[in-house]
C-alpha cells in the first residue's frame, strides 16, 4: 500500500484515488475487519513549486552575485533579490540587530527598571512554563543577577493556576517585598492581574508577543505586536522581547554587550521551539547563539544532550526542536516549568545529572500521554458523525493530561488536516490548546467565538483557550462555522511546496555547501526543497526501522547519468513494493544534506513525499 490507511466508520473528507482502490478493497477483503465503510486514505498532498513575479530577476541576480540561475532561485524564493540582501543574508552579524528602542514604551521599561536597580527594589522576573517562558526567564533572570539585583523568578503552576500572569504569581510577590514584575511570554492578556498587581503597589512591565486585546494598565507593555508599535520586526519569540529590554539597558547604561550576548545559546532555543519566523533579526540571533551550543554548552544543556545521549558537537535548529526543547517542555507538561530554569541556571555538575535524568524521564511519560491520548482523541473522532462534514476537529475528555493537549493537537492537524482544538475538563472548566492549518488564522476565528470563551490567545498557528462546559457544542458549531467561511467552505488538501526541479548531476559537494550557508532554517527561511523526477532503484532500496516504516532509498536518474544518490523517506516504506518488485520510476520531493555516520560525510536525500513518475 502506498499510503498509511484512515479507518473510519463513515464518510470522510479524504478522499481514495482510483489507482490505489484495487489494492485497498484487495486487503481488506482479506482482514476481518467489522468496519462499515471505508472511503479514505490519508490525503494525497499537492505539491507546489513556488512562483517568481518577476523570473528575469533570477538571470540578473544570478550575474550580480556571480551564482548559478538554481541558487539565485532559492534567494528570491525567500525575498533575497539584491546583492546587499544576499550580503547580510549570508553574513549575519549583531551589528545589524535593530535598535531596541523603536519598541513602543521601550523608554518607560527602561526608565522603570533603571530606578529599581538603582534603588535597590526587589525584582521578580516572571515566565510562562514552556519552552520560551522558561529559556525567557533563565535569560533575564541571569542578566540581572550578573548584575548584583536583587531578584527572584516565578513560574506559574500549569495545573493550578494555568497558562499566564497568574493572580497567586502576584500574591507570591506581595508577600516577599517585590515592587516590580517583569512579565515574559505572558500578560499581554492579563490586564485583570496587572490591576490586581498595581493594587498592592506592584509595577508590572509586560513583555509579550502574542497577539494583544486591549493593551493592559502596565507600566510598559513591550509587544512588537502592539498596533501602535513601530518596530520593524514583529516575528520576535517573548525570549526575545525579554533580550531586547536588557539589550537596550546595556545602551541606556553604555554597558558592555559580551554579558547579554553570552546567552544566545538560551534566545535560540526559545526561537526554535516556538516556531517563530527564522528570518530577519531571529536569524541573525539563531546564528550566533547555535556558535554557543555547539561550542561552549551551558553544564545544564550538556547534562540534558548527554541523558538523550546526542553526540553530535555541532548543534542545527532541527537539533534544538528534536533534542533540546522537548525536555525542556516536558519539565512543566508532566511536573514543573521550575525544573528546566533550575536545570538551565545549574553550575554544579551532580545537580545537572540530577535534573538532566528528571527531564528525561518526564519527557518519556510524556511521549506515553501523548500516544494514548491521540489514540482515543481519533476514536472521538471516527465515532462522531459531526466530523463527517467538519471543517475542523474540537474534542474534549475528562481523563485527558493537560499537559501534553497541545502535542495531540499537533497530531490531529497531521493526520486530518483541519484546525484542531484538544479541551481538557478540570474543575468545572474546559481548558485546552489549539493547532491551525496554513491560511487560518486561529487568533481571529477564536475570536469570533469570543463570546462563548472565558479566555484565549496566542498566534496564527497556535493558541491556548477555556471556555464552560454547558458552551461546548455551541462553540465546536461556532469555530466549525468560523473555519468554514474562511476557506469560503472549500475543503482544503495538504500541499508541499519545492523551490525548483533538478537532476542527480546538479548535486555535489559545492553545491551542498552552498545550500548549508543558508541555515538557520525555520519558518519562512525552509531547507531549500527540490523535485527530482524519473527515480529508481539502483541496488540495496530497503525499509528500515520499526515495523519497517522507512524507506532507504539507493537509486539512479533514469535518462541521466548513472550518478548514484543515497536517501532516507521516513514513514515512506510502504513504497518500497512499487520502487523495488514493481521496478517503478517515482518523482521524488526532497531536502539535500550531509550524513555523518561512523567519521564519514555523505550526501542524502532527505524525502518529503513520492509519486509514481509519468509513463
Not at 516504516?549 to 536518474?557: C, E, G, N, V, Y
Amino acid at each position: 500500500m502506498l499510503f498509511k490507511y484512515l479507518f473510519i466508520n463513515n464518510l470522510n473528507n479524504t478522499f481514495i484515488g482510483i489507482f490505489h482502490l484495487k489494492s485497498l478493497i484487495g486487503e481488506l477483503s482479506n482482514s476481518n475487519s467489522k468496519i462499515r465503510c471505508i472511503y479514505a486514505l490519508s490525503m494525497e498532498k499537492i505539491w507546489n513549486k513556488k512562483a517568481i513575479n518577476r523570473p528575469e530577476r533570477v538571470i540578473e541576480l544570478a550575474k550580480d552575485l556571480s551564482v548559478t540561475e538554481l541558487i539565485a532561485t532559492l534567494l528570491i524564493n525567500r525575498s533575497i533579490d539584491t546583492f546587499d540582501k544576499a550580503r547580510d543574508f549570508f553574513r549575519p552579524s549583531l551589528e545589524h540587530l535593530y535598535d531596541p528602542f523603536l519598541m513602543k514604551d521601550m523608554d518607560k521599561a527602561i526608565e522603570r527598571l533603571t530606578e529599581a536597580v538603582h534603588k535597590g527594589e526587589k525584582i521578580l522576573v516572571y515566565g510562562d512554563y514552556d519552552v520560551d517562558g522558561t529559556t525567557a526567564v533563565t535569560l533575564v533572570y541571569s542578566f540581572l543577577k550578573n548584575l548584583d539585583v536583587q531578584c527572584d523568578y516565578y513560574i506559574p503552576d500549569r495545573y493550578k493556576e494555568g497558562y499566564g500572569f497568574s493572580f497567586a504569581g502576584v500574591d507570591f510577590a506581595a508577600e516577599n517585598g517585590i515592587s516590580l514584575i517583569i512579565t515574559l511570554d505572558c500578560g499581554i492578556k492579563d490586564g485583570l492581574k496587572i490591576d490586581y498587581a498595581a493594587e498592592k503597589g506592584i509595577d508590572v512591565i509586560v513583555c509579550d508577543h502574542h497577539n494583544p486585546g486591549e493593551i493592559p494598565k502596565a507600566i510598559a507593555v513591550l509587544d512588537p505586536k502592539r498596533s501602535d508599535c513601530e518596530y520593524p520586526f514583529k516575528g520576535l519569540s517573548g525570549c526575545g522581547v525579554g533580550f531586547k529590554m536588557l539589550q537596550a539597558f546595556c545602551i541606556q547604561h553604555d554597558l558592555d554587550t559580551a554579558s547579554l550576548m553570552s546567552h544566545l545559546d538560551l534566545l535560540t532555543i526559545s526561537i526554535g521551539a516556538d516556531i517563530v519566523p527564522l528570518v530577519d533579526e531571529n536569524r541573525i540571533l539563531a546564528h550566533f547563539g547555535l556558535k554557543i551550543l555547539s561550542l561552549e554548552k551551558r553544564l545544564g544543556i550538556s547534562a540534558m544532550l548527554e541523558e538523550a545521549k546526542f553526540v553530535k558537537q555541532e548543534m542545527t535548529i532541527t537539533d534544538v526542536v528534536f533534542q533540546l526543547a522537548p525536555r525542556i517542555n516536558a519539565a512543566g507538561r508532566i511536573f514543573s516549568g521550575k525544573q528546566a530554569v533550575e536545570l538551565l541556571l545549574s553550575n554544579n555538575f551532580e545537580e545537572a545529572a540530577t535534573l538532566s535524568k528528571a527531564l528525561e524521564a518526564n519527557n518519556t511519560t510524556r511521549k506515553g500521554l501523548d500516544k494514548n491520548i491521540t489514540i482515543e482523541a481519533k476514536q472521538i473522532v471516527q465515532n462522531d458523525s459531526f466530523y463527517n462534514q467538519s471543517f475542523t476537529t474540537v474534542v474534549r475528555s475528562n481523563n485527558w493530561h493537560k499537559g501534553v493537549v497541545g502535542i495531540v493537537a499537533s497530531r490531529l492537524v497531521e493526520e486530518y488536516y483541519k484546525p484542531t482544538i484538544v479541551l481538557v475538563e478540570t474543575e468545572e472548566k474546559l481548558s485546552g490548546s489549539a493547532r491551525s492549518i496554513p491560511g487560518i488564522d486561529l487568533f481571529d476565528a477564536l475570536g469570533e467565538c469570543s463570546h462563548l470563551l472565558e479566555q484565549f490567545g496566542g498566534h496564527t498557528m497556535a493558541a491556548g483557550l477555556s471556555l464552560k462546559p454547558e458552551n461546548f457544542e455551541a462553540f465546536r458549531q461556532k469555530f466549525d462555522d468560523a473555519v468554514a467561511r474562511m476557506l469560503n467552505s472549500v475543503r482544503p488538501k495538504p500541499f508541499e511546496e519545492y523551490d525548483a526541479e533538478i537532476n542527480f548531476e546538479d548535486i555535489d559537494k559545492k553545491f551542498v555547501r552552498i545550500l548549508n550557508q543558508f541555515a538557520p532554517f525555520g519558518p519562512e527561511n525552509m531547507k531549500p526543497s527540490f523535485l527530482i523526477k524519473n527515480v529508481q532503484n539502483a541496488r540495496f532500496t530497503k525499509t528500515v526501522g520499526a515495523d519497517n516504516l522507512h524507506l532507504k532509498l539507493h537509486a539512479t536518474q533514469a535518462g541521466q547519468t548513472q550518478i548514484e544518490m543515497n536517501g532516507i523517506g521516513f514513514n515512506l516504506g510502504a513504497w518500497i513494493d512499487q520502487i523495488v518488485q514493481g521496478k517503478k520510476k517515482v518523482d521524488i520531493l526532497c531536502t539535500i544534506e550531509e550524513n555523518q555516520w561512523n567519521g564519514n560525510t555523505t550526501i542524502q536525500l532527505n524525502l518529503k513525499d513520492v509519486r509514481l513518475s509519468d509513463e
